[in-house]
């Protein structure tokens, strides 16, 4: 993750990050154990991307058998 400490501009970045990463998804679901979801798939031998912590909250991504992509963010 690229981190610029120059006032404001370090949140404007993650928000725009965090917008295009979105778009990229087919649909996202939303879960209150984001940690255990994520060891559930990876145990079940689920393509799944790296926990990444947005200014929302932590969010991954899986992908299903046809690689269609999906995002998990989770709910406070």
Do not use: C, H, W
């Amino acid at each position: 993750m690229i981190r610029l400490e120059i006032g404001g501009l370090e949140r404007q970045l993650a928000r725009v990050i965090e917008k295009e990463a979105l778009k990229a998804q087919e649909a996202m679901f939303f879960t209150e154990n984001l940690d255990q979801l994520y060891s559930d798939l990876s145990n079940k031998n689920v393509k799944v991307g790296e926990i990444v912590t947005m200014p929302s909250g932590k969010v991954f991504n899986f992908a299903d058998g046809e690689d269609n992509y999906f995002a998990v963010m989770e709910k406070k």
